[in-house]
């Protein structure tokens, strides 16, 4: 059963490179195989936070960087504790390390999450994280889909990084994912406002995108244009005026 499944999820891969391009195709086959509403991957380096890979849909990305701008949610708990997390129905929830993340995903529209860690052996990688708009637990059968698109996802992600030097994202990888550069950059350029590393620099970005209710991309792309910038000295954000 699990090779007639494994060719299964090939020859999805296959018809959806062809259909759709090769971009977020491992996002787009995971939602397929789980039947589930929508499916994203997020990926966590060695040493720093979440960041999104791919998706196959709007709110599963909008799920994606809610997890990244709050640092909690099913994504980042399979991650980081390397275990399958399951909540089939979020109304209900009570889960201590969600209080921030689960009202904002029931107004994106998720009523179940779920995730799966992506790993080989004890190398870490990430998660694959998917919703369904409907509350309801998975079936055995899509426990065990997820299980197996999770080792797909993880075997994929090691050839395209494949010869790259460590620390360092591969060309393929690069142009395989959805990344949103822009946060890194403007990332960059608060670290230099403040005088701070960027990993302190992702924090305040994200303090910032909390206070406001915003999306992280959006406060990115505002202090990217340059219509917003940080103030280290009373550690407040200054629009800037044209």
């Not at 799920?63 to 980081?80: K, N, R, W």
């Not at 904002?104 to 995730?115: H, K, N, W």
């Not at 393929?172 to 590393?197: K, P």
Request: charged share 20%; aromatic share 6%; hydrophobic share 45%.
């Amino acid at each position: 059963m699990p090779a007639e499944r494994l060719m299964a999820i090939f020859e999805l891969m296959a018809h959806h490179e062809r259909t759709d391009g090769e971009r977020g195709v491992l996002c787009l086959v995971a939602a397929d195989v789980l039947q589930l509403s929508g499916a994203a991957i997020g990926l966590v380096p060695e040493g720093q936070r979440l960041t999104s890979f791919c998706s196959n849909m709007h709110v599963a990305q909008s799920l994606m960087d809610l997890e990244i701008t709050l640092g909690e949610g099913p994504c980042t708990d399979a991650a980081a504790l390397d275990e399958v997390v399951e909540e089939g129905d979020l109304r209900s929830s009570l889960n201590p390390r969600w209080t921030t993340y689960v009202p904002s995903a029931l107004e994106l529209g998720a009523r179940a999450v779920f995730a799966f860690p992506l790993h080989i052996g004890v190398i870490r990688m990430g998660a694959l994280s998917c919703f369904r708009d409907e509350p309801g637990e998975l079936t055995v059968a899509q426990s065990t889909d997820g299980h197996l698109m999770a080792s797909v996802i993880a075997r994929s992600l090691l050839a395209l990084q494949a010869g790259a030097p460590y620390g360092v994202l591969s060309q393929s990888l690069q142009r395989e994912a959805m990344f949103d550069f822009s946060l890194h950059q403007a990332a960059g350029m608060v670290a230099v406002q403040g005088a701070m590393t960027t990993s302190d620099a992702l924090i305040v970005l994200r303090a910032r995108a909390f206070a406001i209710d915003s999306q992280l991309a959006d406060v990115a792309v505002s202090v990217i244009t340059r219509r917003m910038r940080y103030e280290p000295t009373d550690q407040s954000w200054q629009a800037i005026r044209r």
